[in-house]
Nanobody, 127 residues
Framework: QVQLQESGGGSVQAGGSLRLSCAVS????????MAWFRQAPGKDREGVAA???????NYAESVKGRFTISQDNMSKTLYLEMNNLEPEDTATYYC?????????????????????WGQGTQVTVSS
């Protein structure tokens, strides 16, 4: 059973930085599509950034230039470097993953594209 475990959330002031990590276990397929989503209270889940093991990345307009997604294929870890954080970034952040060639071909920031999810980590940005 594939498991995803997020870490690195916390509370920061506006303008600060955080680095989220997502450790993936119990899988062997090297072809991955992974993403970070976030959900604020009363709002829909939003795809923040996605990446593949082939190096493709995609970002929501609201985080372009501030957030960076990366995969370490050796350690099977997904990262989200978040800089210049804004109060609007406050949410629970989830990592998600799908595996295989088809997942890479269709990788996108849509929740339905992903089969596996972490439990989430809270990010709170104060003004």
């Amino acid at each position: 059973q594939v498991q995803l475990q997020e870490s690195g959330g916390g509370s920061v002031q506006a303008g600060g930085s955080l680095r989220l990590s997502c450790a993936v276990s119990q899988f062997t397929d090297p072809m991955t599509c992974m993403a970070w989503f976030r959900q604020a209270p009363g709002k829909d889940r939003e795809g923040v950034a996605a990446s593949t093991s082939k190096g493709w990345t995609n970002y929501a307009e609201s985080v372009k230039g501030r957030f960076t997604i990366s995969q370490d294929n050796m350690s099977k870890t997904l990262y989200l470097e978040m800089n210049n954080l804004e109060p609007e970034d406050t949410a629970t952040y989830y990592c998600a993953a799908s595996f295989g060639g088809a997942a890479i071909m269709t990788c996108a920031r849509y929740a339905k594209r992903f089969n596996y999810w972490g439990q989430g980590t809270q990010v709170t940005v104060s003004s």
